[in-house]
């Protein structure tokens, strides 16, 4: 006599995982494969982002050309003295120092620190902050002693015809 094994109806959720046998622990699993194209692509992702900022300030900065402004005749300044100047706007003030018969240098005369217009100080050969005491090296405008933190902005000087020309700016 055959025996007739009796089957239990299977309940609604039981049909549905038979109908659509998806396996959860497989579906939440990154392999590792994955998970390195996801870091690739973050990480070039970034590197395009970065090269892109570098070429628009490349361009940026080769467009925005300073132009060339006179500043004064050679003859006009005497060795172990100053004179000041705006460049490149009329707001920015400049010094335009003559340390030897033919040694110029010329610089912004905004402190690094807190922007106070420096002094110079010829007999020391130094650029003297009032605000906080700041004081530069005269010759290269390097930052001596106090807060400021970097150089002054040196003014590109050109000499020509007897005359000194300002023609840009070095950060
Ligand atoms: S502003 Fe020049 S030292 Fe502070």
């Given at each position: 006599m055959d025996k007739i094994k009796k089957v239990q109806p299977l309940s609604e959720s039981t049909k549905w995982r038979e109908d659509f046998p998806v396996d959860e622990v497989k579906e939440h699993f990154i392999e590792r494969r994955e998970f390195t194209k996801f870091l690739l692509l973050i990480s070039g992702s970034f590197v395009v982002g970065q090269l892109y900022i570098g070429l628009q300030n490349f361009f940026r900065k080769s467009a925005a050309q300073l132009p060339i402004k006179k500043i004064a005749a050679i003859d006009s300044i005497q060795v172990n003295n100053f004179i000041t100047f705006t460049y490149?706007?009329?707001?920015d003030t400049c010094l335009l120092i003559r340390?030897?018969?033919?040694k110029f240098v010329a610089y912004?005369?905004?402190?690094?620190?807190?922007m106070c217009p420096v002094i110079p100080k010829m007999e020391e050969k130094q650029l003297y902050c009032p605000c906080h005491a700041g004081y530069f090296d005269?010759?290269?405008?390097?930052?001596?002693?106090?807060?400021?933190?970097r150089a002054l902005a040196r003014v590109k000087l050109k000499f020509h015809n007897g005359d000194i020309y300002a023609e840009g700016m070095a950060i």
């Open positions: 490149p706007d009329k707001g340390l030897s018969e033919t912004s005369n905004k402190c690094t620190h807190l005269m010759t290269n405008g390097s930052p001596l002693a106090g807060p400021p933190p």
